[in-house]
């Protein structure tokens, strides 16, 4: 019988995580279940910031970004010792088993809990969707429909100006949000870690482009491929006397992570912060809960972990037939 569940946010923040608290704490309570919060990521566990989460705590949260219990990067639990002494910590405040709430490096923190014996849950809360078990984490649609929002108001100046824009995106290694939001930005360009980029073509692609009077283009850059700046130091001495374009670079940073969680991630986050609480209470554990062709799904923690998603092959063939240059794939 569970009575007591811990709730832990971890590594970089994302919309949706409060919607997820949110969704925990109301379905543990109606089942009878206390939540604890953990502030701060795993460094919380060790300082001992524990906060008791009932429904007024999570009260009106469903519409901010970032997490109400904050998050951190502890590189002390990377150790084994640590996650022992986590444990030890978590025991004696009588929490019985954890869901944790994060990217794929807190979800290999949650394989380790779950290894050492701790009964763990893990809840896909990423705007980089690169979590395998699940084709969408928690985040990644408010962050895109912030990118296509700026690169919108990013195209109206460039198209004013007649120039051509970098827009370096994040993403950690994983080019879905630069590919994604270029699809969905009708950008010119995405540039990819998983594929090579090719300056020839993407200069052509360009070329053709004025050539047609459309005066003004944007390159989605994925930080996983390269600096934007970089990018646009390539871009100029290899286009030099061939672009005839001014080139400008954008950075979007954390802007990124901050917008409200739209409809799809607070529906996405209250779905799995439900599911989540069911599985437990069924005596579910060491897997983490995923969205596999719009059902609530579990894939086991161990499995998940050094496995990254490929990227939508379809997104590929779509992004290549609406004239878009992506490059080649880097294993051709
Ligand atoms: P994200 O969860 O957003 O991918 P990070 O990769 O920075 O963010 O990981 C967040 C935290 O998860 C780390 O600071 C660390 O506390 C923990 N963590 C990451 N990788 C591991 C690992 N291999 N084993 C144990 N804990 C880990
Ligand atoms: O993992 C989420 C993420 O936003 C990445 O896309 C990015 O590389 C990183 O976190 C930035 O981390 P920080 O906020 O610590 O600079």
Redesign the pocket.
Known sequence: MLKRIGIITS??D?PGMNPAIRSVTRTAINLGIEVVGIQNGYQGIFDREFMPLGVIEVSGRIRDAGTILSTS?CLKFLEEHSQLEAIEILKKENIQALLILG?DGSLAGAAALSKHGFRVLGIPC???NDLSGTEMSIGVDSCLNTIVHLIDMIKATAASHNRCFVVEV???KQGYLALMSAIASGSQIAVIPEFRCDMDLIIENLTRRRLRRHNNSVVVVA?GACTGQNFMERLLVAGKDKLHQEVRLTVLG?L??GSPPTFSDRFLATRMGEFAVLALNQGEHGSMVGLLRNRMNLTDLQEIKGHRPHLPADAIRLARNLGMEVGIPTEA
Do not use: A, K, P
């Open positions: 590594g970089g994302s990067r990217g990423s705007i980089d994040m993403g950690r930080e954390h990124q992570r």
